[in-house]
C-alpha cells in the first residue's frame, strides 16, 4: 500500500513545509494543497535556484507528479496565473495539475474587504496578508461564494454574482468603496474559467481513486497549526485549519486515510503577524538569528518576529493534529549562539500551565519557563548524518524529542534539497539514515 503522508506546519507558518514538502515528494506520486491560498509563500531551493510557491502545491517540480489543489483551498485565478507564468518562464513548464471544482475563488472584492477590515480594526488588526483569505472563506460559509466549477458556467456563474453582490455592493457602499460591477465580473472571470478549465476536475474522485489504487500521496499543509482557525491563538490566525484533521475534510477523503503526520518544526519559532508570542524575543540574537535565516516573509516581505523553541506549542499541535515525527528545520541557523533556550511551559499568573490557553489575555500574560542547553559553534550545513553532528546539536534534538514526545524523522541544516537528513523515511516502513 502507498501512504498517505501528510505534512503540517507545528508553528505559526514559514517553518519550512515547502522545502520539506518539494524534498518528499521525490518519493510521492501525488502531492496535495488541501487548504488556504496565496497567504502561503513556500521556498523551496533547487541547486542553488530559489523558487516562490504560493498557490501551486509543491511537487510541481517534478513531472511525473500528479499536482492537486483540493476543494479546501480558496484561489485567486489572477495569483495562480501570475504564478503559472513565471515558473513557465523560468522553465518549469512540464506538470500535472488539478484543480477541484468545489475550491472557491479569491474575486477582487475579497482583496478590497480584507483590507478594509483591517484598516477598520485599527490596533486590534490580524495583520493579515491581504490576499482576500478571510473575506472568500466567509463568504463560502455565507453561502455567497463563486467555486472554481462555477466559472465554467455562464448561468450559474451569473447567479453566484449577482448573490454575492447583492451582500457584497452595500457594503462596500457602507464603506464609501466603490461597488463591483457584474457585467465586468462575469465577462473577467469566464475568460480565468475558460484557462483553468484543463485544470478543473472532481478531485475527490481522483484522490480516492488514487487511494484504491496504493498511490502514495503527500498532502502540502500550509500555514501553521498555531494560526488554526479553531485551534490557533484566535483572532490572530488564518480563516482554514492548517490540522492534519482538516485534510480529510478539505480534500474529499477518509479521515482513515491518512497514515502519516510529518510535523515541520524550526528550530527556534517564528511568527509573522499581530497576536501574542510568548517566547518572542529581540536582541542581538534574535537580529542574528533573522539574518542567518532570512526571515523575511515570502509573500508580504515583512520583517518575522523571532522567538525560542516553545514546546507548549509543539504539544498543543500534537494534541489537535497529531504527529507521527517532526522535521527539524534550520537547525544551521543556530551554529554559533552560546546557549539555546526552549519553552517548557508557561507560568500565568504564577500557575504553572502547559497548554495553550483559549482565552487570548491569558495567552498574553504567559511567561515562558526555559530548560537551557549549551550551543555548538561548527558549521553544519554540510552534515549528513546525526551522528556527525556537533554533539551539543544532537542533546538539543533528542531534547526537542523529550520535551515534543514526537520523535524525530528529519532534520534540516540548509535550504537545498541536499540539506536534509532522514532518520525515518515517512513512505518507507523501514528506518534507515540517509538516501
Ligand atoms: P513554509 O511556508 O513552511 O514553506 O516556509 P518558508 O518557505 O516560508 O520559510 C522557510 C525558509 O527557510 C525558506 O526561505 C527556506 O528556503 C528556508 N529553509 C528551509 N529549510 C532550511 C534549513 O534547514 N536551513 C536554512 N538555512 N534555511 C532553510
Ligand atoms: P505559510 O504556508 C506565516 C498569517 C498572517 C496573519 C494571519 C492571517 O507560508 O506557512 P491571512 O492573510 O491568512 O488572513 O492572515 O496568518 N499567515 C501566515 N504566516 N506563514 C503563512 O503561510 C501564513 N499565512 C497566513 O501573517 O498573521
Ligand atoms: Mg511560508
Known amino acids: 500500500m502507498g501512504k498517505r503522508v501528510v505534512v503540517v506546519g507545528t508553528q505559526w507558518g514559514d517553518e519550512g513545509k515547502g522545502k520539506i514538502t518539494d524534498y518528499l515528494a521525490g518519493k510521492a506520486e501525488v502531492v496535495v ?17 530559489r523558487f516562490a510557491l504560493h498557490l501551486i502545491p509543491s511537487g510541481i517540480f517534478n513531472p511525473n507528479i500528479q499536482n492537486v489543489m483540493a476543494n479546501g483551498m480558496v484561489i485567486d485565478p489572477v495569483s495562480l496565473f501570475k504564478e503559472i507564468d513565471q515558473l513557465a518562464a523560468r522553465g518549469v513548464k512540464n506538470f500535472k495539475l488539478m484543480i477541484s471544482d468545489r475550491a472557491h475563488v479569491v ?39 463563486v467555486r472554481v466549477g462555477d466559472l465554467l458556467d455562464p ?16 457594503l462596500l457602499k ?9 457585467e465586468t465580473l462575469l465577462r473577467d472571470y469566464l475568460v480565468f474559467g475558460e484557462r483553468m478549465r484543463p485544470f478543473i476536475a472532481d478531485t475527490s474522485v481522483y484522490l480516492n481513486d488514487a487511494i484504491e489504487e496504493g498511490r502514495k500521496i503527500l498532502f502540502e ?25 482538516a485534510v480529510p475534510l478539505n480534500c474529499g477523503i477518509a479521515p482513515m486515510a491518512i497514515t502519516d503526520v510529518v510535523g515541520v518544526t524550526k528550530a527556534y519559532t517564528t511568527r509573522v503577524g499581530g497576536g501574542a508570542f510568548p517566547t518572542e524575543f529581540e536582541d542581538d540574537t534574535s537580529r542574528r538569528i533573522r539574518e542567518v ?54 507560568l500565568i499568573d504564577g500557575k504553572r500551565v502547559d497548554y495553550i490557553p483559549g482565552n487570548y489575555r491569558a495567552f498574553a500574560a504567559a511567561v515562558p519557563v526555559y530548560e537551557s542547553f549549551p550551543g555548538w559553534t561548527e558549521d553544519i550545513s554540510t552534515v549528513g548524518r546525526f551522528a556527525d553532528l556537533p554533539i551539543n546539536a544532537q542533546g538539543y534534538l533528542r531534547a526537542i524529542e523529550r520535551l515534543s514526545g514526537v520523535p524525530i524523522v528529519m532534520f534540516s541544516v540548509g535550504p537545498d534539497r541536499t540539506q536534509t537528513v532522514t532518520l525515518k523515511q ?7 539514515e540517509e538516501e
Open 174 to 182: 457602507l464603506m464609501n468603496k466603490e461597488p463591483f460591477d457584474a
Open 293 to 346: 535565516g532570512h526571515e523575511y516573509g515570502t509573500t508580504t516581505g515583512r520583517a518575522r518576529r523571532i522567538g525560542w523553541l516553545d514546546a507548549v506549542v509543539l504539544k498543543h499541535s500534537r494534541r489537535v493534529s497529531g504527529a507521527t515525527g517532526l522535521a527539524i528545520m534550520l537547525l544551521d541557523v543556530l551554529s554559533g549562539i552560546p546557549t539555546l533556550n526552549i519553552c517548557t511551559h508557561y
Open 33 to 49: 494543497r488541501s487548504q488556504g491560498g496565496n497567504n502561503a509563500g513556500h521556498s523551496i531551493t533547487i541547486d542553488g535556484e
Open 221 to 245: 499543509g500550509a500555514q501553521g497549526i498555531m494560526l488554526c482557525l479553531d485551534h490557533g491563538t484566535y483572532p490572530y490566525v488564518t480563516s482554514s485549519s492548517p490540522t492534519a484533521a
Open 155 to 170: 448561468v450559474v456563474l451569473s447567479d453566484r454574482i449577482a448573490a454575492n453582490l447583492a451582500i457584497t455592493n452595500p
Open 107 to 145: 474575486m477582487p472584492y475579497h482583496l478590497i474587504l480584507d483590507g478594509a477590515f483591517e484598516t477598520l480594526k485599527g490596533d486590534a488588526a490580524v495583520g493579515t496578508t491581504k490576499k482576500g483569505i478571510g473575506p472568500a472563506y466567509t463568504d463560502k460559509s455565507a453561502r455567497i461564494g
Open 426 to 432: 515517512p513512505f518507507n516502513d523501514s528506518d534507515y
